[in-house]
């Protein structure tokens, strides 16, 4: 414990990373609290229909937490400018689409997802779905996608890190990974196919802004 009270007080910038538990409250908040079906706006899109159902992009789904860390972790220890991006990029696609969906509760039909009395099999990939279902139901605060939006940050974390300028086969993986995370979420039936291109749009923005602050920061800090 006076390991990390030493590291803190050291490295306080670290201290960013409250927003995390803060985030995890007002996401519980807005799902046990949002109205019902009827004063929900439900996300649909007829492309949802024609996505099947696949099970084993549970694996890419529930991955996400430990890239997430990984993204925030590596850099932590590594180089604090890193961190600071990183952790930037991540809350900001984690505030924008928790500030959309506080004014316009949103979810998806319970329909969407599979009937697995009929779907007719069952492994440790149904097993995992059904648990993460049994988490998030009735599934709400949907659109942004988090998974998608943050996905895509800690890819563009990956992409500008100078820490891993000379391991280029981490930002390939990464760059697949945020795809095929981005895929899972409409493949076990957890977003509506809106809610990845709108967590993709978020994605792009955070990085933008993200971006366009290091370049004022830059530009004075070599001026002053």
Known sequence: MKIIKDYIKQHKYCLTLLYWPIHALWYELLRIFSPSDEAVLLIESPLDAEIPFCEWFFIPYISWYVCIALTLLYPLFKSKREFLRSNALLIGCMFLPMLFCSFVPNGIDLSLRPDFDTLGRENIGTFFVKLIYSIDSPPRN????????????MFFAVLQSKVMLKKPIFKALAGIWAILISLSTVFIKQ??????????????IVFAVVFAAEKIYDKRKTTA
């Open 191 to 204: 977003h509506s196919i809106l809610d990845v291109f709108a967590g993709f749009a978020v994605g792009i």
């Open 142 to 153: 949907v659109m942004p996608s988090m998974h998608v939006s943050e996905s895509w940050a």
